[in-house]
């Protein structure tokens, strides 16, 4: 019996919520009184799987396949899951991302598994039940869900847990092979095309972001939210009746039907405050609020706000940050 | 081409969400149910392919029969018949294998959904169908187009996207902005009430997963508000007081 975590890489290095993934794998591991190894799909560096160590894992398999360094659901499904076998693995945490809840929706039904998503705390037992608490209607609720079978799936929502920093302490990488046959690869991309981030950062993945809604006025405005977000290191986002007006692109839509985020800090421009905008990001940690309107809804979420222009106040802060440093 | 399109019935967007006093089910007084937002976009372009490609889509619901009226509201926007698994749709393992025996039995070439249900967010039911199935789930989609068997398909990856092809059949997850969603028209609304929705009854194992108990967010403590005038202290609170800077 193991933990098995799914690590996610890009560009050599492990994306920071695999890391909190890895840290989350490895106390359930400790929990349960066995070790926690890790599976890396993406392109990764045998340093950066390495230093996993410092997140509490023991053992890191790796596949240097080249077809695997893009996402195929197919091929990850097939790779992972030989993995579980091998490490007679009881419960599987990965990422709450794109990738890792595809892949995790075929590993449940392939190896016969209880899956949650969307998770946001660490497991607990009661009763003999294995349960996890867990996003629910779109940032409006949590849910305490029991994991029915032996084998469980747990997929992390980012931000939701600390990443371990176990300075010094190294993983032991091995090659890893599943005999992937071609028609795992149904589903490879004929073609990856990354977004320009402003932050440096996706915004699925941002610590901080800056967002814009209908109270910029107009795209020719934007300049003001993202010299703010560069200065913070963040990553921009906006409402959904900006995104509907193509003043922003779509992947830059938060809220309930656009992508949920929870940074530390999120910093709403000239948005009012719909519940279905605050649904998408309400879980983040501090929520700032700028608007000229005192009654915006938005303020009764927010922990810091300013009543004022955002064309005068924009400016005050991305200059307080250059002065900070 | 046959299009299977399934759809849940959620609570309105606007809806303040609340529960019953011990917490294990949505308080449903006053509550609107409309077809899942991310579901609506898996319709509209699976009708949009019918009327390129001919052919006919089916919508399928697993819920009890309080649904129906969004069943007939599917068929209004243009599907042309329905099928209802009457059950309660307990959890994404339950809901994917009345999916997958609905499309095993008809025959399906493209099955198509949202990407996740906006209640229940679990982005699950997509792929176990697909794994169910034996064939290739591409979710979430942004982008759905086809020639003969063949689709091709933008998938949104964190920070981008894959252009995929496959081949028929498949399972398709959808999003924004795949199309705009239709809504129903008067004379839409009229053929739909005579258009068939079959019921039948479930099949295969229970859940997978139960929910025991449901809690909302914890309040916030109230806004510091900061003025307008000294805008920058607002970013020395945030390195001092709330660290987050």
Known sequence: ?325 | MKFLVCISNVPDTTTKITFTPDNKELNKAGVQFVINPWDEYALTRAIELKEQLGGSVTVLNVGEADTEPNIRKALAIGADDAIRVNAKPTDAFFVAQQIAAVAKDGGYDVILMGKESIDYNGFQVHGMVGELLGIPTVAPAMKLDMSGNTATLEREIEGGKEIVEVQTPFVVSCQEPMCEPRIPNMRGIMTARTKPLKVVEATGQGAATQVTEYALPPKKQGVKLIDAENAGDLIRLLRNEAKVI
């Not at chain 1, 599943?178 to 589903?187: I, R, V």
């Open chain 1, 1 to 325: 019996m193991s933990v098995l975590v799914v690590v996610e890489c890009d560009k050599g290095e492990v994306k920071k919520s695999s890391l909190e993934v890895a840290s989350y794998g490895a106390q359930v591991a400790q929990a349960l009184g066995t070790t926690a190894t890790a599976i890396a799909v993406g392109e990764a560096s045998e340093a950066s799987l390495a230093s996993l160590g410092e997140q509490g894992i023991s053992k890191v398999l790796y596949d240097n396949e080249a077809r695997l360094k893009e996402f195929v659901n197919g091929a990850y499904t097939k790779l992972i899951a030989a993995a579980a076998e091998q490490e007679q693995a009881q419960v599987i945490v990965l990422a709450n991302s794109n990738i890792g809840t595809s892949v995790g929706s075929r590993l449940a039904v392939r190896l016969q598994a209880s899956l949650a998503t969307n998770v946001v705390e660490l497991p607990r037992v009661e009763g003999g039940n294995f349960i996890v608490k867990r996003g629910a209607y779109s940032g409006k609720a949590f849910s305490d869900v029991v994991l029915l079978n032996d084998r469980k799936i747990i997929a992390v929502k980012k931000n939701s847990i600390e990443a371990l920093h176990n300075a010094g302490q190294t993983a032991q990488v091995q090659s890893f092979s599943a005999q992937l046959a071609d028609t795992d690869f149904a589903d490879a991309p004929k073609q990856v095309i990354m977004q320009e981030q402003t932050g440096g950062v996706p915004l699925p993945e941002a610590d901080k972001v800056v967002s814009g809604g209908r109270g910029m006025k107009g795209p020719e405005n934007w300049h003001l939210i993202e010299d703010l977000a560069k200065a913070l290191g963040a990553a921009t986002a906006c409402s959904k009746p900006v995104s509907d007006v193509d003043w922003r692109p779509h992947h830059e839509h938060v809220g309930q039907t656009g992508i949920t985020v929870s940074p530390n800090l999120y910093i709403a421009c000239g948005i009012s405050g719909a519940i279905q905008h605050l649904a998408g990001v309400n879980s983040s940690k501090v929520i700032v609020v700028i608007n000229k309107d005192p009654e915006a809804p938005f303020f009764k979420a927010a922990d810091y706000g300013i009543v004022g222009d955002v064309f005068d106040v924009l400016p005050k802060l991305t200059q307080a940050v250059k002065e900070l440093g």
